[in-house]
Nanobody, 124 residues
Framework: QTQLVESGGGSVQAGDSLRLSCSTP????????MAWFRQAPGKEREFVAA????????YNDDSVKGRFTISKDNRKSTVYLQMSSLKPEDTAVYYC?????????????????WGQGTQVTVSS
């Protein structure tokens, strides 16, 4: 089991920015595809963004494209989610996840390893 640890969540106002971090064991981000998902109360877990081990990125175009950016630092084995222009509807627990290459990036079932989540609350 690959241990993923999220941090950086918090309570902010609409329009603010936050950067989430996901720390992983050494070389994890070089071997796995990484992603961020989120889950709001009473809703299903939702794909936010993914970055493949080679670098290409994928976003949930409907909800976050243009406002969120996923990136990674291979040396630190850390994945980031930079969130800007936050909206109240972005309020959720945000999870980091790791998947074997070659699996569908947007599907939660592709991911074998999950962090414990970090809460993001955006007030209007």
């Amino acid at each position: 089991q690959t241990q993923l640890v999220e941090s950086g969540g918090g309570s902010v106002q609409a329009g603010d920015s936050l950067r989430l971090s996901c720390s992983t064991p050494p070389k994890t981000v070089m071997w796995y595809n990484m992603a961020w998902f989120r889950q709001a109360p009473g809703k299903e877990r939702e794909f936010v963004a993914a970055i493949s081990r080679s670098g290409p990125t994928t976003y949930n175009d409907d909800s976050v494209k243009g406002r969120f950016t996923i990136s990674k630092d291979n040396r630190k084995s850390t994945v980031y989610l930079q969130m800007s222009s936050l909206k109240p509807e972005d309020t959720a627990v945000y999870y980091c996840a790791a998947a074997q290459p070659g699996t569908p990036a947007r599907e939660p079932r592709s991911y074998q390893n999950w962090g414990q989540g970090t809460q993001v609350t955006v007030s209007s």
